[in-house]
């Protein structure tokens, strides 16, 4: 099992609230990620980050934002929540090697 | 972008079965990986094939990697009940240790 933690793992939401997914790993690796996947489909990168301060976008556009303040915390914000954004919310993170270390996701529904 | 693309979509065999899943990627790659994911969870890390090798071996998992073909696959023999889960091989192109997904093989194991 990955130490690599993700709250809440279920979320049902109004359109138009702000939320906050977070992740946590506590192996001390550098490279963080957030991706979603649609049930059944492949994962998108919407966020990564190489170390503290350091963010940047993938390739799927998003409206979220992250942050990187500390090694072991990668947060996600949704300023304001709508119905397209309804997914599964993944983190992983990675050290030295390639392997990533995904957290147990989190599934969000906006209503 | 998706690089993977993995046959078949679906699998569903018997259990002590092999179990055969590929993989076809569009660009020159470092390495590429599989994972195996649960329903509603995390991907769990099974094996990484480097460029510069062509099969690979971990317990009931064998890999092979075809460079010239753009192509990999993951046989699982003596397949179980707990082999049961989405499949997907992931590709590592650059030096950012940024994956590319594929959209992944559903397997089902009948007891």
């Known amino acids: 099992e990955a130490d690599i933690y993700q709250t809440p793992r279920y979320l049902v939401i109004g359109t138009g609230k702000k939320i906050t997914l977070e992740c946590s790993q506590t192996m001390g690796h550098d490279k963080m990620y957030w991706y979603q996947q649609d049930p059944g489909m492949e994962l998108h990168l919407i966020h990564y980050s190489y170390g503290v301060n350091s963010t940047e976008k993938g390739d799927l556009s998003s409206e979220s934002t992250v942050s990187r303040i500390r090694t072991e915390h990668f947060p996600l914000t949704l300023e304001s929540a709508r119905p397209s954004h309804t997914s599964q919310y993944l983190c992983?993170?990675?050290?030295?090697?390639?392997?990533?270390?995904f957290g147990p996701g989190t599934r969000l529904l906006v209503l | 972008s998706q690089q993977g693309e993995e046959d078949p979509q679906a699998l569903s065999i018997q259990e002590g079965e092999n179990a055969t899943m590929n993989c076809s990627y569009k660009?020159?790659?470092?390495?590429l990986q599989w994972y195996r994911q649960n329903s509603g969870r995390g991907l769990v890390h099974l094996i990484l094939i480097r460029s510069n090798e062509r099969e690979k071996h971990s317990g009931r998992l064998r890999v092979t990697l075809d460079t010239s073909k753009k192509s990999s696959s993951l046989l699982i023999t003596a397949s179980r009940a707990a082999d049961t889960a989405s499949y997907f091989c992931a590709t590592d192109a650059g030096s950012n240790y940024q994956l590319i997904w594929g959209a992944g093989t559903k397997l089902i194991i009948k007891p």
């Open positions: 660009t020159s790659i470092n390495n």
């Open positions: 992983a993170s990675s050290g030295d090697s390639e392997t990533q270390y």
